[in-house]
């Protein structure tokens, strides 16, 4: 793993600039929908970055960091399994199964479950490690037509919800989704915010919507985002070449 050639005092002023500057975006966004700003929580996508730079997060208040790559992060919880408060690590990007067992060792949330089989799979690994795993599941907000990157449709959250939230080691919390690009954000946030409201009949307690991402976390909390995913407005460009 490349870690970042700049000095720590450097980069820390970097990120806690940019950091800051993502913070009052969420707070103009909570304002202009008459929302409290602790409303939304700031979930720091650190994928391809080095731990250097998520130990520069968490010292600037960051709880909630968010990798895509199980074998990467894996690495970066094992070399900060010292921070204190302790860090909580979300899984968004697609899970194989065959490495569910693995991510349930190491994620707290996993955001991108969209099928039972993944879920079956998270199950038996979050059992086997004794731990209890939150997750969302993954909404698609692709057209019907288009190659999508993951996740269940609309329709069929209500059943995959049912048969998931039965599982030992896992407990539901909500749903994610992604806002196509191109597309309006406005309309696939506000799909994924009537899916939500659906959700909430089923299962009452799962109140998480996490949606938005640098480009478009202002519509996002319009249609009631609680997590927005932020990673390059606050980190920059990719830090790891693989």
């Given at each position: 793993?490349?870690?970042?050639?700049?000095?720590?005092?450097?980069?820390?002023?970097?990120?806690?600039?940019?950091?800051?500057?993502?913070?009052?975006?969420?707070?103009?966004?909570?304002?202009?929908?008459?929302?409290?700003?602790?409303?939304?929580?700031?979930?720091?996508?650190?994928?391809?970055?080095?731990?250097?730079?998520?130990?520069?997060?968490?010292?600037?208040?960051?709880?909630?960091?968010?990798?895509?790559?199980?074998?990467?992060?894996?690495?970066?919880?094992?070399?900060l399994?010292?921070?204190?408060?302790?860090l909580?690590?979300?899984?968004?990007?697609?899970?194989?199964?065959?490495?569910?067992?693995s991510?349930?060792?190491?994620?707290?949330?996993?955001?991108?479950?969209?099928?039972?089989?993944?879920?079956?799979?998270?199950?038996?690994?979050?059992?086997?490690?004794?731990?209890?795993?939150e997750?969302?599941?993954?909404?698609?907000?692709?057209?019907?037509?288009?190659?999508?990157?993951?996740?269940?449709?609309?329709?069929?959250?209500?059943?995959?919800?049912?048969?998931?939230?039965?599982?030992?080691?896992?407990?539901?919390?909500?749903?994610?989704?992604?806002?196509p690009?191109?597309?309006?954000?406005?309309?696939?946030?506000?799909?994924?915010?009537?899916?939500?409201?659906?959700l909430?009949?089923?299962?009452?307690?799962?109140?998480?919507?996490?949606?938005?991402?640098?480009?478009?976390?202002?519509?996002?909390?319009?249609?009631?985002?609680?997590?927005?995913?932020?990673?390059?407005?606050?980190?920059?460009k990719?830090?790891?070449?693989?």
């Open positions: 793993m490349a870690v970042d050639s700049r000095s720590d005092p450097e980069r820390a002023a970097e990120i806690a600039a940019s950091l800051s500057e993502v913070r009052a975006r969420i707070d103009r966004a909570c304002s202009a929908a008459d929302r409290p700003p602790d409303s939304v929580t700031l979930v720091v996508v650190t994928k391809t970055f080095p731990s250097s730079d998520v130990s520069i997060l968490q010292r600037l208040g960051c709880a909630d960091v968010a990798e895509n790559k199980d074998q990467e992060a894996r690495v970066k919880v094992a070399e399994s010292d921070a204190t408060p302790a909580c690590w979300h899984m968004i990007g697609q899970v194989q199964r065959n490495k569910a067992r991510v349930a060792t190491w994620a707290d949330v996993v955001e991108s479950v969209d099928r039972l089989s993944l879920a079956e799979a998270l199950s038996a690994g979050a059992v086997a490690a004794n731990r209890r795993i997750f969302l599941l993954q909404v698609s907000l692709d057209p019907d037509d288009a190659s999508g990157r993951g996740g269940v449709r609309p329709i069929e959250v209500p059943e995959l919800a049912t048969r998931a939230m039965a599982l030992p080691g896992l407990a539901l919390r909500g749903i994610m989704g992604i806002a690009y191109p597309g309006d954000p406005d309309v696939a946030f506000g799909l994924l915010e009537s899916v939500a409201q659906q909430r009949t089923v299962v009452p307690d799962a109140d998480r919507i996490s949606a938005g991402m640098s480009g478009d976390l202002e519509a996002a909390i319009r249609h009631g985002a609680t997590h927005v995913r932020i990673g390059g407005a606050i980190l920059g990719r830090a790891i070449v693989r």
